[in-house]
Antibody, heavy 119, light 107 residues
């Protein structure tokens, strides 16, 4: 059974870059799409972006100018970079596996990692 | 962007109750809707995909219906482990969006 695990710094300073990695175990990456979702404390879920197994990326326009997601199937990882962070980027960040059918859903999630932007 | 409006945002119910949560989309999304359950401090868990298909391992008391702009998640007989927050998500077009959530609490 495939498992996902987020890793990266838990604290980031304002204006710096948030970098997280999701490591995939227990299966092949090239039959799924991959995504990042975040959840500010006490609030709802926000989709950040997807990377397809082809490498194509799709981002939330609200973050598009600041976000990059990239895939490294040789390491069985995909990563998130979010630049110029502010306190509004404080959230639990989840990575997720998305099925490739039309309207594919997120069927497997990492445990999540809390990232706090502090000064 | 497609907006998803969930109602109610908060629901108080008893064990054994039948519970229905509604998710309305601002435009038609065919059946490209998923439902997730989230417990405090945990990652969301997929319950229903393609509006009405039960994810493997999810109890049969959960069911989903709808297409187009109106969808429902029904729990036929609420169990203690079902007290959680439920989210819908549309997967019809980018950007993917979530509903605001429905918190189900014990009466």
């Amino acid at each position: 059974q495939m498992q996902l695990q987020e890793s990266g710094p838990g604290l980031v300073k304002p204006s710096e870059t948030l970098s997280l990695t999701c490591t995939v175990s227990g299966g092949s990456m090239n039959t799924y799409h991959w995504g990042w979702i975040r959840q500010p404390p006490g609030k709802g879920l926000e989709w950040i972006g997807d990377v397809r197994f082809s490498g194509a990326t799709f981002y939330n326009p609200s973050l598009k100018s600041r976000v990059t997601i990239y895939l490294d199937m040789s390491k069985k990882q995909f990563s998130l970079k979010l630049t110029s962070v502010t306190a509004a980027d404080t959230a639990v960040y989840y990575c997720g596996r998305r099925t490739t059918v039309a309207g594919g859903w997120f069927d497997t999630w990492g445990l999540g990692t809390l990232v706090t932007v502090y000064s | 962007d497609i907006q998803l409006t969930q109602s109610p945002s908060f629901l108080s119910a008893s064990v054994g109750d039948r519970v229905t949560i509604t998710c309305r989309a601002s435009q038609g999304i065919n059946s490209y809707l998923a439902w997730y359950q989230q417990k405090p401090g945990k990652a969301p868990r997929l319950l229903i995909y393609a509006a009405s298909t039960l994810q493997s391992g999810v109890p049969s008391r959960f069911s989903g219906s709808g297409s187009g702009t109106e969808f429902t998640l029904t729990i036929s007989s609420l169990q203690p482990e079902d007290f959680a927050t439920y989210y819908c998500q549309q997967l019809y077009s980018y950007p993917l969006t979530f509903g605001g959530g429905t918190q189900v609490e014990i009466k």
